[in-house]
C-alpha cells in the first residue's frame, strides 16, 4: 500500500505540475479559461498514469481534489479586490472541508494498485480493447467537465463583494448540512461493512433508513450549496447552477441506476429495501 499511495502522489503532482506549467504559458487572461484549460491538461496527465499502471482506478480521487485547487487558484483573484467580504473564508473553508473529507475517505477504502472500481472492471469486460478510450473520455475527462462545471459558481462566490446575506446564510446552511450528511453516511457504511454482515445484509439503518442512498443526497446538495453562493454573491450569475444540475443528472441517470443493478443482482433483499425506501430524498420507510 505504501507504493500505492506513492504512486498516486506522483501521478498527482505531476498533474498538479502540468496544470501549473499549461497556465503560466498560454495567453490567456481570464481565469475561469485558464483554470477550464489546466483542468484538462491535468486530467490528461492522470490518464497517463492511468495507462501506464493500467488501472483507472487513478482518477478517482481527482473528484474531491480538483476543486480545492480551482477555488485556491481563484482566491487570490478575490483577495486582490478592496472590501473582499467574508463569503471568501467561508467558500474556501467549505470546499477544502469537503475536498480533504472526500479525499480521506476514498484513500481509508483504497485497496492499492490491483484493485480497480468495479464499475470500471464491467467496462472492461463489456468493450475489450475499446475500454481505454471509453476510459479517456468517459472516466477521465466527461468527470471533469461535469466537476468543472460544479466548480463555476466558486468564481462568483469568490470575486464579488456583495455583503453577506440571508442566502448566504441558506448557502453555508445546505453546503455545510450537506457535507455533514454525506460524512455520517460514509461513516454508517464503513462501520457496516467492518462489523462482518451476513452474506447479502444490507445497510438499512440511521442515515440509510431514509433513503436508499444518502451519501449521494450529500454530494448532490453539496453542489446545489455552492450553487446558492454564487447567487447570493451575484443574481445574474444563476446560469452557473447548471454545474449543481449536471452533476445530479449525472448520478441520478447513470450513477446511481448502475449501483442499483448491481444491488438487485447482487443482494436478494435488496428489491424489497428499494420498494419501501425512497432512492435519494429522505422520507418515512413505507
Known amino acids: 500500500m505504501p507504493r500505492a499511495f506513492a504512486a498516486c502522489a506522483v501521478a498527482y503532482a505531476v498533474a498538479a ?10 495567453p490567456w487572461e481570464h481565469p475561469i479559461a485558464i483554470a ?29 481534489v480538483a476543486p480545492i485547487a480551482i477555488a485556491v487558484y481563484w482566491a487570490p483573484v478575490a483577495l486582490a479586490i478592496p472590501a473582499t467580504t467574508p463569503r471568501v473564508g467561508l467558500v474556501l473553508a467549505l470546499v477544502t472541508i469537503w475536498g480533504l473529507r472526500l479525499t480521506t475517505n476514498w484513500a481509508r477504502g483504497w485497496k492499492g494498485l490491483d484493485h480497480e472500481d468495479w464499475r470500471y472492471v464491467d467496462l472492461r469486460e463489456k468493450h475489450g480493447r475499446w475500454f481505454w478510450p471509453i476510459s479517456l473520455a468517459g472516466i477521465h475527462l466527461v468527470p471533469t467537465l461535469v466537476v468543472f462545471l460544479g466548480c463555476l459558481p466558486l468564481y462568483p462566490a469568490l470575486t464579488r463583494t456583495t455583503p453577506l446575506g440571508p442566502l448566504d446564510a441558506l448557502a453555508a446552511a445546505v453546503t455545510g448540512g450537506a457535507i455533514w450528511i454525506e460524512a455520517r453516511a460514509d461513516n454508517q457504511l464503513r462501520r457496516f461493512v467492518r462489523s462482518g454482515p451476513a452474506p447479502g445484509a444490507i445497510l438499512s439503518e440511521g442515515l440509510w433508513a431514509l433513503c436508499r442512498h444518502p451519501n449521494y443526497l450529500g454530494e448532490m446538495g453539496f453542489w446545489w450549496g455552492l450553487a446558492l453562493f454564487a447567487i447570493a454573491a451575484d443574481p445574474a450569475s444563476w446560469w452557473t447552477a447548471v454545474g449543481a444540475l449536471s452533476i445530479t443528472v449525472m448520478f441520478r441517470v447513470v450513477s446511481l441506476p448502475m449501483i442499483e443493478a448491481r ?15 425512497s432512492m435519494v430524498i429522505p422520507w418515512f420507510p413505507r
Open 17 to 26: 505540475a502540468v496544470a501549473v506549467g499549461f497556465g503560466m504559458a498560454i
Open 36 to 64: 477550464a484549460g489546466a483542468d484538462v491538461v491535468a486530467t490528461l496527465a492522470i490518464f497517463g498514469f492511468s495507462r501506464a499502471y493500467d488501472n483507472s482506478s487513478f482518477y478517482d480521487a481527482y473528484w474531491s
Open 263 to 277: 444491488m438487485l443482482a447482487r443482494r436478494p433483499l435488496f428489491a424489497a429495501h428499494a420498494a419501501g425506501t
